[in-house]
């Protein structure tokens, strides 16, 4: 059964850093590209970042490129979002997504940017 | 960027009619080789979104066949046979296949 668990969401203040991790289990890690996609409350879905199998390439949408930074480490099978200069607006809560088009979901971790 | 435009936002469904949900996009979803990537996803209340089909109408495994997808280009449609009870929840589409990846706004679907 494929599993991904996220860690590491929590309150932080405006201008804090957060790191999440996303625990994949249930399929081969290395040969699937990841995503995580956020949600804020009461709202639809964002596509925020993305980074291929190897993790060569890497993917940012506007609203959070030189902020967040995407990585992988698929000797732990676990998948990373380095958050920095968080703002307000960034909250919400993170999921962890396999592949390009969304095969696979975590349950997410709920991120509150707030003093 | 690609904007995504779902209709309705809002679509109350007696138990056992059928349901459909229409999604536009502003550029053409056809890839250079030849496969249109849409998907439809599922959020029930309080879950996380699970994906039914992807690749205009394509059913993920265990997605119950009342669901269907279909159509092209810019012009996407996704149809529920028969709503059931446990079909209460937002749809979203979202097109993957340009960047950045872009998600419709949602249509809530309710029981009457």
């Known amino acids: 059964e494929v599993q991904l668990v996220e860690f590491g969401g929590g309150l932080v203040q405006p201008g804090g850093s957060l790191r999440l991790s996303c625990s994949a289990s249930?399929?081969?890690?290395?040969?699937?590209?990841m995503a995580w996609v956020r949600q804020a409350p009461g709202k639809g879905l964002e596509y925020i970042s993305a980074?291929?199998?190897?993790?060569?390439?890497?993917y940012y949408a506007d609203s959070v490129k030189g902020r967040f930074t995407i990585s992988r480490d698929n000797s732990k099978n676990t998948l990373y979002l380095q958050m920095s200069s968080l703002r307000a607006e960034d909250t919400g809560v993170y999921y962890c997504?396999?592949?390009?088009?969304?095969?696979?979901w975590g349950q997410g971790t709920l991120v509150t940017v707030s003093s | 960027d690609v904007v995504m435009t779902q209709s309705p936002l809002s679509l109350p469904v007696t138990l056992g009619q059928p349901a459909s949900i229409s999604c536009r996009s502003s550029?053409?979803?056809?890839?250079?080789?030849?496969?249109?990537?849409l998907n439809w996803f599922q959020q029930r209340p309080g879950q996380s979104p699970r994906r039914l089909i992807y690749?205009?109408?394509n059913r993920d495994s265990g997605v119950p066949d009342r669901f269907s997808g279909s159509g092209s280009g810019t012009d996407f449609t996704l149809k529920i046979s028969r709503v059931e009870a446990e079909d209460v929840g937002v749809y979203y589409c979202?097109?993957?296949?340009?960047?950045?990846?872009?998600f419709g706004g949602g249509t809530k679907v309710e029981i009457k």
């Open positions: 997504v396999g592949n390009w088009n969304g095969d696979y």
């Open positions: 249930g399929f081969t890690f290395s040969n699937y590209a």
């Open positions: 980074i291929n199998s190897n993790g060569g390439s890497t």
């Open positions: 550029q053409s979803l056809v890839y250079s080789d030849g496969n249109t990537y």
């Open positions: 690749k205009v109408s």
């Open positions: 979202m097109q993957g296949t340009h960047w950045p990846r872009t």
